[in-house]
């Protein structure tokens, strides 16, 4: 996939997840429209994000 992260075992880019929840839509609707992925996929996805956004906070230079 042009090297954008993807779900493991799939061709479904992590953007993909991203967008549907921009867009409003649950993780059980985004589950659904692509059953290889599991819920915990979706949490370990959001939950790396989350670390990664709170570390680029927290950091020198971050944003406050």
């Known amino acids: 996939m042009s090297g954008a992260p993807c779900f493991r075992g799939t061709r479904v880019p992590v953007q993909s997840l991203i ?3 921009e867009g409003g839509e649950t993780i059980d609707e985004f589950i659904n429209l692509y059953p290889p ?3 915990r996929q979706v949490l370990a996805i959001l939950d790396l994000a ?6 680029c906070a927290s950091s020198p230079g971050g944003s406050n």
């Not at 989350?50 to 570390?55: F, G, I, T």
């Open 19 to 21: 967008d549907f929840l």
């Open 37 to 39: 992925i599991t819920r």
């Open 50 to 55: 989350n670390s990664q956004l709170l570390e």
